[in-house]
């Protein structure tokens, strides 16, 4: 080797040693600023074609989809009151053909198709997750402005989520199939319900089933190894599967609203055994060490060796600002601008070629919360 091509070497490495730790910093611009382009890109598609895309694949996130939109329109109509007539108009829309749809489809418009392989134990079938989101969806249009055109539908939901949460057994989203997610879900949505209907007194009427659901998810549905809340589990509180990406973040997000010291315990529990930190760059994957399960429709596919899950990393984006881990938040942007591909079109709008539409919602929600949770509380 002559003199010359070892020093060109040298010099690669050390350029390398300088120039790569620095890299996040060419991806790390704030956060926040990518909530509006990312709206303004879900508004753009108001005929619904990216969902309809997406929902070929899994019609439980079209409902989702449109969950994390309306919540990220909610959180911007609470914190710029000149765009709250914009942002209201759209959550109504919204609203107007999700409660069509279920109401010509049912539940299982929303549920994937092997929720007819077995019976629902409420008849007529009631399902946990489409119960929970639009109960919450609902609840953050009148935590913004009340309207009675939205109150019967919505306590009608609300009362639907008591009762199952309120029952002898677990509330199933699927045939003998229950999430710790729905279930986190439908505790936010009766708070909110509590915080516009309630009494404000700390003994608003679903306070106590609020209180009962926290204690027994404690008691019956953690890790005896992780600490952390398990996935899914039978009627019977039997795990069927441990803690996972796609599930925990979320439930972070929500136990938030209902129990803050549980909120932090959960995010501390899995950003330590999911998280994951390199050069400035942020990801998460779906499995504890150790406890890696068959991928699926809910963890996505998942990157081996470096065990990225990109949909266990945009949920922890929700997780993360919602305890206002702010590093962590930094962190997980740059790794978005980075690998996701974002594409801006001549308006600014936003989207990224790596996601699809839940994903860019599940971004633009995660990178608008606060003001709903402030007022809910």
């Known amino acids: 080797m002559t003199i010359t091509v070892l020093r060109a070497l040298v010099a690669i490495v050390v350029a390398a040693a300088l120039w790569l730790p620095a890299l996040h910093l060419f991806y790390g611009r704030s956060p926040r600023e990518l909530a509006g382009p990312l709206v303004a890109a879900q508004l753009a598609d108001d005929g619904g074609a990216e969902r309809a895309r997406m929902r070929r694949t899994n019609p439980e996130w079209d409902l989702m989809g449109r969950l994390f939109l309306v919540g990220a329109l909610a959180n911007r109509a609470l914190a710029d009151t000149s765009a709250r007539a914009t942002h209201l108009a759209a959550i109504d829309r919204l609203l107007d053909e999700t409660l069509a749809d279920d109401a010509r489809g049912g539940p299982f418009v929303f549920l994937l198709p092997y929720a007819h392989a077995g019976s629902f134990a409420a008849n007529p079938p009631r399902s946990l997750f489409v119960d929970s989101e639009l109960a919450l969806m609902i609840g953050l249009r009148r935590l913004i402005a009340d309207d009675a055109r939205w109150q019967a539908a919505h306590r009608e939901r609300v009362e639907r989520v008591s009762k199952a949460l309120g029952g002898a057994a677990w509330a199933e989203s699927y045939p003998d199939e229950c999430w710790t997610f729905d279930h986190a879900v439908a505790l936010a949505a009766l708070r909110i319900a509590d915080r516009v209907d309630g009494r404000g ?177």
């Open 201 to 377: 007194d700390g003994r608003d009427a679903h306070a106590a089933v609020i209180a009962a659901t926290l204690a027994r998810m404690k008691r019956e549905l953690v890790d005896g190894t992780t600490g952390l809340l398990v996935s899914s589990f039978g009627r019977d509180g039997r795990a069927r599967d441990g803690a996972e990406g796609s599930t925990i973040w979320m439930t972070i997000h929500c136990l938030a609203l209902v129990d803050a010291p549980l909120a932090r315990d959960q995010y501390a529990r899995a950003k330590a055994a999911l998280g994951h930190r390199f050069l400035g760059f942020g990801w998460a994957g779906e499995w504890p060490a150790g406890k890696r399960d068959a991928v699926d429709i809910d963890s996505g596919p998942v990157i081996p060796l470096l065990d990225v899950s990109p949909g266990s990393s945009g949920l922890m984006f929700l997780a993360a600002a919602t305890v206002g881990d702010d590093e962590t938040l930094r962190a997980l942007t740059a790794t978005l601008e980075l690998a996701a591909f974002p594409m801006r079109d001549r308006d600014g709008r936003l989207r990224f070629a790596a996601s699809n539409q839940v994903g860019d919602a599940a971004i633009a929600y995660a990178l608008s919360v606060g003001p709903a949770w402030e007022r809910a509380r």
